[in-house]
């Protein structure tokens, strides 16, 4: 009886109790990992162990980043995004074209086209990112793209694929596994 008492007892006080992170201490973790990348503008509040992160900074890839960081501190159960992108107002048409540049490079550097394709879409700044793509071409590409001066958001709909070789001959010039013919 006592035991179902304890367990109740600890379902009542929340989640944050069974994680062993207080909504304090997942705020001071939180204050550390966005000091550690210097993105000071960027404040937190924590409530029940979800992080809404508020702020400014002056490239996409910072936002992208402090976000990505604190998802991964323990004991975060969500984190609300609403960090504002400073920094210069770039034409949709000259962003698109910038991004097209950066998926088509990066499937070149790759050498070829069995990591996939990406596709942006840009307005007002936010990009939203669609297609199917190997995740050595979207992340690298994601990454750059957040890079951009002007670009506001990133809305990543791209679906991971695994690398396809298109060559006969494998990769590095070894032929891909077959099956053993009997």
């Keep these: 009886m006592r035991r179902l008492l304890v367990l109740a007892l600890t379902y009542a ?3 944050t109790c069974l994680s062993g992170q207080s909504d304090a201490e997942i705020q001071t ?4 990992a966005v000091r550690a990348y210097s993105l000071t ?5 924590v409530e029940e162990g979800a992080v809404t992160l508020t702020g400014y900074v002056n490239l996409c890839r910072d936002k992208l980043l402090a976000v990505e960081l604190v ?5 975060v159960k969500a984190v609300e995004d609403r960090i504002e992108v400073r920094g210069p107002r770039i034409p949709d048409e000259q962003l698109t074209a ?8 990066r499937i070149q550097k790759l050498g070829g086209f069995g990591f996939g394709s990406m596709k942006s879409n840009v307005r007002d700044g936010i990009v939203t990112l669609s297609g199917t793509a190997a995740r050595e071409l979207a992340v690298p590409a994601i990454n ?3 890079g951009i001066p002007g ?5 990543d709909n791209v ?3 695994p690398h396809y070789d298109y060559s006969p001959f494998g990769v590095h010039g070894v032929p891909p596994h077959t099956p053993t013919e009997q």
């Design 13 to 15: 006080l929340g989640s």
């Design 29 to 32: 973790a939180v204050q550390k």
């Design 41 to 45: 503008e960027i404040k937190s509040s």
């Design 71 to 75: 998802k991964k501190l323990h004991g």
């Design 98 to 105: 910038q991004i097209d540049w950066i998926v088509a490079h």
């Design 144 to 146: 750059a793209i957040g």
């Design 151 to 155: 670009v506001r958001d990133i809305i």
């Design 159 to 161: 679906r991971r694929v």
